[in-house]
């Protein structure tokens, strides 16, 4: 519609010039329709624009929604996985507490012996951000306190989170290849186990995998900056539902 109008008063000032008038009608007349087909073309524009901008944001807001989706998910599992860690933490200063020669205790190497055998590793589900981060999206996100934590939690907090896992991971299975070249079964029951982990090359690899201490710091700061984005999407869009209520008080 904005197309044509601007045809029909370019033909208008084509038509005023050509006309019989005066110079002074005429420059009034043209001035007029110039006017006329900037003002169209800016309102074209506009609304151009507006439509533009709209289909973005609802774009943006339908990836928020479905990142606080993926987020939720990966708070369980983190909560988890940070506990799983705490437990592998004891289960090898058990191990390590218990001096070359001496005997476990059968029932507490019972309880630890799990986690020894027990690796964790984060699978993100960071798909979704990929995607958005790939096409170019990202910058659509109006909220710049939002957008940096977004950038931040998965080009920085999750990155070392995973790398520091990874090597954690990496340093046990050096320990499970040690039992697996040792490991005998004495009968059909029991095998030999507590006598591998009392040796001194046991010993020394069970000493360190005794320091988790950075695996979980980094895992409570991808958390707490997980529920921070959560919190600012509920805010975002005026949400207040019993989720976001449990995060915040966590």
């Known amino acids: 519609m904005a197309e044509q109008e601007v045809i029909k008063h370019t033909k208008k000032v084509y038509n005023v010039w050509k006309g019989p008038t005066s110079f002074w009608h005429k420059l009034k007349e043209f001035l007029l329709e110039i006017f006329i087909i900037v003002f169209a073309i800016s309102l074209s524009l506009w609304f151009h624009n507006r439509s533009e901008h709209n289909h973005q944001q609802a774009e943006v807001k339908n990836f928020l929604l479905g990142l606080k989706k993926d987020l939720t998910a990966d708070i369980a599992e983190m909560e988890e996985d940070k506990r799983n860690y705490f437990h592998q933490r004891d289960a090898f200063k058990y191990i390590n507490s218990v001096k070359l020669g001496e005997a476990f205790d059968p ?3 019972a309880v630890h012996y799990r986690w020894v055998m027990i690796s964790t590793i984060l699978h993100p589900n960071n798909g979704r951000f990929e995607g958005f981060k790939s096409a170019g999206k990202i910058g659509n ?5 939002l957008q940096n934590d977004i950038m931040d939690l998965y080009q920085e907090n999750i990155p070392d989170l995973l790398s520091s896992s990874n090597g954690y991971v990496s340093r046990k299975g050096n320990l499970f290849e040690y039992i697996q070249e040792n490991n005998k079964r004495l009968t059909d029951s029991t095998s030999n186990i507590a006598e ?4 001194e090359q046991a010993h020394n690899i069970c000493g360190l995998l005794t320091f988790t201490d950075e ?3 980094r895992y409570e700061m991808a958390l707490q900056r997980m529920k921070r984005v959560i919190q600012l999407i509920n ?3 005026s949400l207040t539902d019993v989720e976001s209520v449990v995060l915040k008080d966590k």
Request: proline content about 0%; aromatic content about 6%.
């Open 215 to 217: 695996i979980t710091t």
């Open 107 to 109: 029932d507490s190497l």
């Open 141 to 145: 996100i109006e909220n710049d306190s």
């Open 235 to 237: 805010k975002e869009y």
């Open 196 to 199: 591998i982990l009392n040796t």
